[in-house]
């Protein structure tokens, strides 16, 4: 009857004893958005005076001073792109991609 007794105490000690699960790790903090992507309106590159110098140096000239400058200015340059491929090869794309990127 002691061994039912002792089976019975350490039975309803045990959830006391037991571990709980560690918490779950927190969830990664989002990727940063760039402020300016190859999406962003031609206009609001021009606009902004550190995107303005990314374009003029990777172009290699001041966009707006183009003749297509008020046509072109509420596109993007994915969408001025297939309008000029020669002068937006892939490679060039990039690296302004990647200069715009970088504008904090």
């Known amino acids: 009857m002691k061994s039912l007794i002792a089976i019975a105490l350490i039975a309803a000690a045990t959830p006391a004893l037991a571990q709980t699960a560690p918490a779950p790790a927190p969830a990664p903090a989002p990727a940063a958005t760039p402020k300016f992507t190859l999406d962003t309106p031609?206009?609001?590159l021009v606009a902004d005076p550190a995107a303005k110098a990314?374009?003029?140096k990777d172009l290699g000239?001041?966009?707006t001073k183009l003749d297509a400058y008020d046509q072109i200015k509420g596109m993007s340059l994915?969408?001025?792109k297939p309008y000029a491929?020669?002068?937006l090869p892939d490679a060039l794309m990039t690296k302004i991609a990647a200069d715009l990127a970088a504008i904090k």
Do not use: A, E, F, H
């Open 54 to 56: 990314v374009l003029d």
């Open 42 to 44: 031609i206009g609001d």
């Open 85 to 87: 491929p020669d002068k």
């Open 61 to 63: 000239n001041d966009i």
């Open 78 to 80: 994915n969408q001025v």
